[in-house]
């Protein structure tokens, strides 16, 4: 029992110092996204929400501030806000397709998958290159029943990914369930 508490006073510690370490960058709006990561592993998770909610405050441009939020609404069940916090992202940032991606992917929790489709599209034009995207949209079209309109948009964007062999994959397995 000693050293259980000897160990929990360590990592109390630590724990603390971190948190000093982030408020001497108070302005920064990486200190309060770095503040609610910890306090969400902790499940502190009022002191996460707050804390992503200064760092919306700081700067409402700043990405991982949305991505991070929603997903802690996600894990508290809480899809609704998830999805107004990512629809405000949204129309500040409307070339972003990371917010796109998380949209869909809160409207796919909800069993939206339809009204999910335009934003997963819309974030595989916007990065044409990274494959999860173009992903993530095929799985859309196919779970939609539409995995022959999913292995054409996949064919014709494999030769612009760097990582084919996802792509393929991913024909594959949807020719495989179809």
Known sequence: MGSEMCIRDRVDTVVDEYIATQM?????????????????????????????????????????????????YRLQNRETEAQKLLLEGIARLPMEPTLKQMLGLSLIRQERVAQAQPY??????????????????????????????????????????????EINTAIATILQRS
Do not use: M
């Not at 709006?29 to 919306?56: F, P």
């Not at 995207?133 to 030769?159: G, N």
């Open 24 to 72: 001497v960058n108070a302005e920064r709006v990486e200190s309060h996204v770095n503040l609610g990561n910890i306090y969400r592993d902790l499940q502190r998770l009022g002191k996460a929400e707050d804390a992503y909610l200064t760092a919306l405050r700081i700067n409402p441009d700043f990405i991982p501030v949305y991505v991070n939020l929603s997903d802690l």
């Open 120 to 165: 997963f599209r819309d974030a595989a034009k916007l990065s044409s290159t990274e494959a999860r995207y173009a992903i993530t949209y095929a799985l859309a079209l196919e779970a939609t029943d539409q995995p022959l309109a999913a292995i054409i948009y996949l064919e014709s964007v494999r030769d612009k990914d760097n990582d084919a062999n």
